[in-house]
T-cell receptor, first 114, second 111 residues
Framework: GAGVSQSPRYKVAKRGQDVALRCDPI?????LFWYQQALGQGPEFLTY????????KSGLPSDRFFAERPEGSVSTLKIQRTQQEDSAVYLC????????????FGQGTRLTVV | QQQVKQSPQSLIVQKGGISIINCAYE??????FPWYQQFPGKGPALLIA?????SEKKEGRFTISFNKSAKQFSLHIMDSQPGDSATYFC??????????FGTGTSLTVIP
């Protein structure tokens, strides 16, 4: 596709359930970012990949959060044992090379933990 | 701790008017200051950006004013249009290529 695609668009999870959020970056884009956007807030950095290498995961809020990009293309953000405070929109962005300055964001996945 | 402080939280402007959104920061190591526009249900899209060695940058109806000594920067939207109604985020990048976003301003332009 022409843009960054995220799925699902919406996810409702019961507290304690595991979830997996998918990001399909723009074809050929080397860099991939995950951000968390709480309601009424700006995006907050979670993690960054360059190809398949996870170069920065300093923003992951706990060890329940895990991200991977095994073949340097599609990425999955996994949240184990979801908590209500995990409810947010999870944004993925990709760029051809380099950092977020040239990146394009996807529409996000809205996660609601009940 | 909010690295970039943004105001106002919401803004209502008449069509044709000027919309002004302000941001302030403390970290003098920030080296790049973008503004993003986000429509409901969409991801943020880069609107315009400035580096700290420049005091002003203009692209069409959008202008960034940057005051390095005051550690403040602002977005001005001239001749505001209903299609500009969206949420606007300022951001700043540190030397580790980490981006910090403001809390957003919801702009409504009334026809």
């Amino acid at each position: 596709g022409a843009g960054v695609s995220q799925s699902p668009r919406y996810k409702v999870a019961k507290r304690g359930q595991d979830v997996a959020l998918r990001c399909d970056p723009i074809s050929g884009h080397v860099s991939l970012f995950w951000y968390q956007q709480a309601l009424g807030q700006g995006p907050e950095f979670l993690t960054y990949f360059q190809n398949e290498a996870q170069l920065d995961k300093s923003g992951l809020p706990s060890d329940r959060f895990f991200a991977e990009r095994p073949e340097g293309s599609v990425s999955t953000l996994k949240i184990q044992r979801t908590q209500q405070e995990d409810s947010a929109v999870y944004l993925c962005a990709s760029s051809l090379v380099g950092g977020l300055t040239e990146a394009f964001f996807g529409q996000g996945t809205r996660l609601t933990v009940v | 701790q909010q690295q970039v402080k943004q105001s106002p939280q919401s803004l209502i402007v008449q069509k044709g008017g000027i919309s002004i959104i302000n941001c302030a920061y403390e970290n003098t190591a920030f080296d790049y200051f973008p503004w993003y526009q986000q429509f409901p249900g969409k991801g943020p899209a880069l609107l315009i950006a400035i580096r700290p060695d420049v005091s002003e940058k203009k692209e069409g109806r959008f202008t960034i004013s940057f005051n390095k000594s005051a550690k403040q920067f602002s977005l001005h939207i001239m001749d505001s249009q209903p299609g500009d109604s969206a949420t606007y985020f300022c951001a700043a990048r540190d030397t580790g290529n980490q981006f910090y976003f403001g809390t957003g301003t919801s702009l409504t332009v009334i026809p």
